[in-house]
């Protein structure tokens, strides 16, 4: 969604990034702020109505791009709906987060006069707003979240957002580093703020910093940038599942090259493989395309094996694991990769991935490697057993699904069809990352709750909330969704295929019942 003299001009719909945004789609999204999206459903459905940024008329016209998971809707669309006297037309969290944020400003600037674009006034009262608002929607919405927020009519308030306690998803923000320096550059710059860093890099800007947990960017009409500290007891413990599995290797996060940290997690991981299998007989190291890259390289090198590229990717197939339900995974796995035979035949080869979850990926590339000719084949993950659920944006909601429940190393190994499995041990995890930390940013904490179940917004395994994420999330439920079947739940999930506005596609027409979005 880009804003252009008031007027808001949207384009989403579900897809690649590649098929949604032609050229002509983007030269009719003008305007000199804009937000974006790219998202997998981690709750709510895969519906386009679903899809962002959202938007709500009031007050000023709001949208916004979110990350994350709220893990307190219940309670929160019981506030939106009863007390706010507001509508909810979806599952997703983010319409949630949308509508507390309104609901703030309108509370907020009663008083206030309405600013327009031609406005000379850039005043306090509307900072002050803007940040009273902020703080109202971090101390009533728990999880992992980080949001960019454009108001209407005062240039972009483009703000970000992560939660106290965790920064599951994140935002970069290129802003002068200090207050001084914001002051001095009033209007002279432009802002840009995302998930990566490789994306500042890419559009020409100087990456200054991370946003801080708790802490709020607004940018005016102006051109004037301001932050505030929006949470009194904001901590810093990113998820490193992000170092894992999620960030490019070329991405630095809260100053930590995420390419370093995943040398070290394989140099971890040999040693742990030499300190367990002192005698084995690998004759060489392969990596699962891509993510795993980085770490098959250094643990090769540790271990004295040859590293060598067994697998060749199509890069037509998008990630198995964001792929929203098992059987489209399953059959992806196959048409994503190939095998070099003759890197298999006749060899013990050690397969290294970044992480198994639900193990459908490794089962089939172990059976790839075994069908080339492999004599044995052993498996190691760069990431430790992940054996609970993940509550603050990825989609690993149940723990059923994971390969890992109730199997130790030995049966796990088993079901996937490997000689043997070793996993990274969490401290190590933890250490690889940290060392790659500056001085001056030192990170004591992390969220590792997919791999010990302890969760930093104080959620408990077993409790009402995890109950409901299963009954909601489970691949029964999402199936039924899909099918137009129904609520599975208690909470009555409605999957939201139809209303949305039609939209033109010059490249294929939809189906019946899932429409596009809003046309331009």
Not at 286 to 292: G, K, N, Y
Not at 494 to 507: I, P, Q, T
Request: hydrophobic share 35%; proline share 5%; net charge neutral.
């Amino acid at each position: 969604v880009t804003s252009e003299q008031g007027r808001l001009n949207l384009r989403k719909d579900n897809g690649l990034v590649k098929d949604v945004f032609q050229a002509h789609h983007m030269m009719e999204l003008r305007g000199h702020v804009g937000l974006g999206h790219v998202r997998y459903p981690t709750a709510g459905s895969s519906s386009c109505a679903e899809a962002q940024p959202l938007y709500t008329n009031y007050p000023y016209g709001i949208c916004v791009a979110h990350n994350g998971n709220l893990t307190n809707t219940g309670v929160l669309s019981v506030e939106v709906r009863e007390k706010f006297q507001r509508h909810i037309n979806t599952d997703s969290d983010s319409e949630l987060l949308l509508n507390i944020f309104a609901e703030a400003m309108a509370s907020n600037t009663k008083t206030t006069p309405t600013p327009t674009p031609q406005s000379t006034t850039s005043s306090k009262t509307m900072v002050d707003t803007v940040f009273k608002s902020i703080e109202e929607v971090m101390e009533k919405c728990i999880g992992g979240y980080a949001g960019l927020y454009l108001i209407n009519g005062i240039r972009p308030i483009v703000f970000g957002s992560r939660t106290p306690t965790t920064n599951q998803t994140r935002s970069t923000c290129i802003i002068p580093s200090t207050p001084a320096k914001m002051a001095q550059s009033s209007g002279m710059l432009d802002y840009a703020m995302a998930s990566e860093s490789v994306a500042i890099d890419t559009l020409g800007f100087q990456l200054v910093r991370d946003i801080k947990p708790g802490e709020a960017i607004f940018v005016d009409y102006h051109g004037n940038c301001h932050a505030r500290q929006c949470h009194r007891n904001a901590s810093l413990a990113p998820c490193i599942f992000e170092y894992v599995y999620f960030a490019r290797p070329d991405s630095i996060m809260d100053g930590v090259s995420v390419y370093e940290s995943r040398l070290m997690m394989g140099e971890k991981l040999a040693k742990k493989i030499m300190k367990n299998h002192a005698d084995h007989d690998i004759d060489v190291v392969i990596p699962i395309p891509d993510t795993s890259r980085t770490s098959a390289l250094q643990a090769a090198y540790i271990l004295g094996r040859p590293f060598r590229e067994g697998f060749i990717k199509n890069r037509y197939i998008a990630r198995t694991f964001i792929m929203p339900h098992q059987p489209t995974r399953k059959k992806s796995v196959r048409l994503k990769l190939n095998t070099i035979k003759s890197e298999f035949a006749g060899r013990n080869v050690l397969l290294v991935d970044d992480s198994v979850v639900r193990g459908t990926t490794a089962t089939e590339i172990i059976q790839m490697a075994r069908e080339a000719g492999a004599r044995n084949v052993y498996f190691a993950s760069a990431a430790p057993a992940i054996r609970y659920p993940n509550i603050y944006g990825i989609d690993i909601p149940t723990r059923e699904e994971l390969v890992a429940y109730g199997r130790e190393e030995v049966a796990i190994a088993e079901h996937l069809g490997c000689n043997w499995i070793e996993f990274q041990d969490c401290d190590d995890l933890e250490e690889a990352v940290r060392s790659s930390a500056s001085p001056d940013m030192p990170l004591p904490h992390f969220d590792t709750s997919c791999f010990t179940g302890k969760y930093v917004t104080g959620e408990v395994i077993g409790d009402k909330y995890f109950q409901n994420l299963f009954l909601n999330r489970n691949e029964s439920a999402k199936s039924l969704l899909r099918a137009g079947g129904g609520s599975s739940s208690v909470n009555d999930l409605r999957a939201s295929f139809v209303g949305c506005e039609s939209m033109h596609n010059d490249k294929s027409e939809p189906e019946d019942g899932q429409k596009g979005c809003e046309a331009i």
